[in-house]
């Protein structure tokens, strides 16, 4: 029971999933106003905004509030955040750009059923990033300051 009580008090990981939720939704929604409606939109990764910046800029802005933003808490989860959308932006966007282009080489395959394509949205552009770091900032902030009263 103590350890499920725990996890209940925790705002860096309630900010973390928060931040996720609210970015996947926008996702969603989003690609709903855009491209039509599909339930798919919000579960995966790539898009509009960074679901990835958005949790880990969460959980780093939690971490600052519970612990101070001079702390080794906090340092970690920033250099967490900052590997995390560097990953994002750098091998996973080319590893997308790279299934595109597989993709088109096996298109006659993919057509005929023989093959399924692979995952092309996969990393993000840095407009989708910067969307997600500011989600994760301000949800990390809401869930922590007001919710569970951190102020850094």
């Given at each position: 029971m103590g350890i499920?009580?725990?996890?209940?008090k925790n705002a860096a990981l309630w900010s973390a999933f928060a931040s996720w939720g609210a970015?996947?939704?926008?996702?969603?929604?989003?690609?709903?106003?855009?491209?039509g409606f599909s339930s798919k939109a919000f579960?995966?990764?790539?898009?509009m905004p960074s679901g990835h910046a958005a949790t880990f800029t969460g959980l780093a802005m939690a971490v600052?509030?519970?612990?101070?933003?001079?702390?080794?808490s906090f340092a970690l989860a920033l250099f967490l955040d900052i590997v995390v959308i560097y990953d994002a932006s750098g091998v996973r966007y080319v590893t997308g750009?790279?299934?595109a282009a597989l993709n088109r080489l096996r298109?006659?395959?993919i057509a005929e059923g023989k093959e399924k394509p692979l995952p092309e949205k996969?990393?993000?552009?840095?407009?989708e990033l910067v969307a997600g770091i500011f989600v994760g900032g301000?949800?990390?902030?809401?869930i922590s300051h007001f919710i569970f009263g951190y102020s850094g």
């Open positions: 499920a009580l725990d996890l209940l970015a996947q939704l926008l996702k969603g929604v989003l690609h709903g106003f855009l491209h579960f995966t990764s790539g898009g600052g509030l519970m612990n101070g933003f001079g702390s080794a750009l790279q299934s298109s006659r395959e996969m990393g993000h552009t840095p407009k301000v949800i990390g902030f809401l």
